[in-house]
């Protein structure tokens, strides 16, 4: 069974700091590129970072380039967002996602993040 479990968000204050994990399984996770996709409260979800299979190239959206980094380890199937200097703005809920047609509707649970003093 293909399955993506995402944890690690939480509340935080603005510029502080949070890590989200994704955990996959049931699919050859080395052989894709995995991206992290946000959706706030009345808006579209968005791609916010994406890493290729190997890991050797990665894109960010510019609302988060130079704050998020997104990185993956394909020995535990686990793809990573680090994500620092966090805004209001990036309170959503966070989903990692199979960057493959055959997985197009492949979503897990996602995690709340929320940026808030």
């Known amino acids: 069974q293909v399955q993506l479990v995402e944890s690690g968000g939480g509340l935080v204050q603005p510029g502080g700091s949070l890590r989200l994990t994704c955990a996959a399984s049931?699919?050859?996770?080395?052989?894709?590129?995995m991206g992290w996709h946000r959706q706030a409260p009345g808006k579209e979800r968005e791609l916010v970072a994406s890493i290729i299979y190997s890991g050797g190239r990665t894109d960010y959206a510019d609302s988060v380039m130079g704050r998020f980094t997104i990185s993956r380890d394909n020995s535990k199937n686990t793809v990573y967002l680090q994500m620092n200097s966090l805004k209001p703005e990036d309170t959503a809920v966070y989903y990692c996602h199979v960057e493959a047609l055959r997985y197009r509707n492949l979503w897990g649970q996602g995690t709340q993040v929320t940026v808030s003093s």
């Open positions: 049931g699919f050859t996770f080395s052989s894709y590129t």
